[in-house]
């Protein structure tokens, strides 16, 4: 089956600063979506991106599904964003989730 | 409903019993997954439904796990003679369609004592 993998594993950023999260996949994908896990354990969807380029305020989203990767930005990061940020992609039938990137946004 | 409801939040049972755990996807979303997730650890796929067609079970780690889902309603998942491994939460998520955004329930959490 398809591989993802994520990185980095985790990381930890001061209030205000940016930060770039990979995600790397083994084969042709049908689609892609990156997601966030809060404190919780709720997921949410962030993007549906199988390919191109979406933002949606302080997140954005670029898929290159030709060099089989994605990346997740996020700008003038907060301490709500702290959490596990998840990208999974659809081959033939199911979901396949990364390992996750842990993110600790410290005010 | 307005999203994913999944029943019970917590359940907490004795090794060797058995537990049902239900999904109530989003109405119309034909398709719904089960995943599992250990303390701190990423999202293991389980089973996948799509509308009528046979489900893919490929992510099942045991016999002792099986899912049901009426047409394109809810959805089971059974296991059998729990174990401490099986203790998690349980995911169930569900999509308009193959290859659509999919939206996740709150999970159910599950201990095995």
């Known amino acids: 089956g398809i591989q993802v993998e994520q990185s980095p594993p985790d990381l930890i950023l001061q209030e205000g600063a940016n930060s770039t999260l990979r995600c790397n996949f083994s084969?042709?994908?049908?689609?892609l979506q990156w997601f966030h896990q809060n404190p919780w354990g709720q997921l949410i969807n962030l993007f549906y991106?199988?390919?191109g380029t979406k933002q949606n305020g302080r997140l954005s989203a670029t898929t290159v599904a030709t060099e089989r990767y994605s990346l997740l930005y996020i700008s003038s990061s907060q301490t709500t964003d702290s959490g596990v940020y998840f990208c999974?992609?659809?081959?033939?039938?199911?979901?396949?989730f990364g390992a996750g990137t842990r993110l600790t946004v410290k005010p | 409903g307005a999203g994913v409801s999944q029943s019970p939040s917590n359940k907490v049972t004795e090794k060797g019993k058995d537990v049902e755990l239900r999904c109530d996807p989003i109405?119309?979303?034909?398709?719904l997954y089960w995943y599992r997730q250990r303390l701190g650890q990423g999202l293991e796929f389980l089973i996948y439904?799509?509308?009528?067609?046979?489900?893919?079970k490929s992510g099942l780690p045991s016999d002792r796990f099986s899912a049901e889902r009426t047409g394109e309603s809810v959805s089971t998942l059974t296991i059998q003679r729990t174990q401490q491994e099986d203790s998690a939460v349980y995911l169930c998520?569900?999509?308009?369609?193959?290859?659509?955004?999919?939206?996740f329930g709150e999970g159910s959490w599950l201990t095995v004592v």
């Open positions: 998520a569900s999509s308009v369609g193959h290859g659509n955004t999919i939206y």
């Open positions: 084969d042709s994908v049908n689609n």
């Open positions: 991106i199988p390919s």
């Open positions: 999974a992609v659809m081959g033939n039938n199911d979901m396949r």
């Open positions: 109405s119309g979303h034909t398709a």
């Open positions: 439904f799509q509308g009528n067609s046979a489900p893919d």
